[in-house]
């Protein structure tokens, strides 16, 4: 019955931090080096490190390093499995109240 | 420059659950007593009773009490709430890709 679909509860725990979703944020607007991601946060670097595993993990962002230079970018794939996830909830819903 | 809102952050953790997020489901059918809400969860009824306060304090579903029973309803501005986070990142995202 449970629907145990580890890809949701990774993603919403990704998203349920402020600086993680600011990370995310940011990277809506294109690719960019960790150092710039960590830049407008109130952490240290290993901090942002953290969160950046966290987002990978739940597979909405990925890495790459070039040289000493690791550039993280965005996977709105991600995005979209849990904004499908809460407007089919919410439609569902809205049905319900048409009837 | 953190947009620290405690209700995305209790929001997004509490979809992280798969109990959470079916009760959350169940909801969106109409209204159900916590009996109907833990029957199909494989947890006693304190874990349920555990996991509907989350949903509680993140503002998703609301409760009351007549005589010894408890009805649970969807709050589906709450959904509203964490779904227009995602959409607008995931537009950000796309109108850089447009650009």
């Keep these: 019955m449970l629907n145990k679909s580890p890809d949701l509860n990774h993603l919403f725990h990704a998203l349920a931090d402020p600086a993680r979703r600011?990370?995310?944020?940011?990277?809506?607007?294109?690719?960019?080096?960790?150092?710039?991601?960590?830049?407008?946060?109130?952490?240290?670097?290993?901090?942002?490190?953290?969160?950046?595993?966290?987002?990978e993990s739940a597979g909405l962002v990925s890495s790459?390093?070039?040289?000493?230079?690791?550039?993280?970018?965005?996977q709105a794939e991600a995005l979209q499995l849990a904004e499908q996830w809460i407007s089919a909830t919410r439609r569902q819903w809205e049905r319900r109240l048409a009837e």
């Design 22 to 55: 600011a990370m995310v944020a940011r990277l809506t607007l294109g690719p960019a080096p960790v150092s710039e991601l960590a830049r407008p946060l109130p952490m240290s670097l290993p901090s942002v490190m953290q969160h950046l595993a966290v987002l």
């Design 64 to 74: 790459h390093k070039v040289g000493r230079v690791r550039t993280c970018a965005v």
